[in-house]
Nanobody
Framework: QVQLVESGGGLVQAGGSLRLSCAVSGRTFSIYAMGWFRQAPGKEREFVAAIRWSAGSTFYADSVKGRFTISRDNVRNTVYLQMNSLLPEDTAVYYC?????????????????WGQGTQVTVSS
C-alpha cells in the first residue's frame, strides 16, 4: 500500500503563487509515476501534471504548461507542484496520485492511490 497526504493549499490572488506538497509513504519502491489532478465544483477530475518517480521525466496539461512545475524529492519521499501566475480558473481541489502501472498516464483511472485533496482558491 501507498499513502499520500497533500498540503499547501489556500487562498491566493490571481497572479500569485502556491506550492503544494504530497508526502508519500508505504511501498514507495512500487511507484512508477506520480500525478497531480484537480477537480472544480461540477466538473470532472482533470489531469494537471505527472512525473516519473525514478527518472524524473515530466508531463503537463496544456492549461498549466509554463506556469506549473512538478518535482520530486526521492530522499524526502515528497512530490511538489509549484504553481505560478495563478488564474481564477485554477480554483479546485488538488489531488496527488500514484500509479504502479508502467505507464505515466493522464487518465485518473490509471492511478492506484490517492490523497485526500487540498483546496486551492484563486480570487480575481
Amino acid at each position: 500500500q501507498v499513502q499520500l497526504v497533500e498540503s499547501g493549499g489556500g487562498l491566493v490572488q490571481a497572479g500569485g503563487s502556491l506550492r503544494l506538497s504530497c508526502a508519500v509513504s508505504g511501498r514507495t519502491f512500487s511507484i512508477y509515476a506520480m500525478g497531480w489532478f484537480r477537480q472544480a465544483p461540477g466538473k470532472e477530475r482533470e489531469f494537471v501534471a505527472a512525473i516519473r518517480w525514478s527518472a524524473g521525466s515530466t508531463f503537463y496539461a496544456d492549461s498549466v504548461k509554463g506556469r506549473f512545475t512538478i518535482s520530486r524529492d526521492n530522499v524526502r519521499n515528497t512530490v511538489y507542484l509549484q504553481m505560478n501566475s495563478l488564474l481564477p480558473e485554477d480554483t479546485a481541489v488538488y489531488y496527488c496520485a500514484a500509479t504502479v502501472s508502467r505507464v505515466m498516464s493522464t487518465s485518473a483511472t490509471r492511478y492506484d492511490y490517492w490523497g485526500q485533496g487540498t483546496q486551492v482558491t484563486v480570487s480575481s
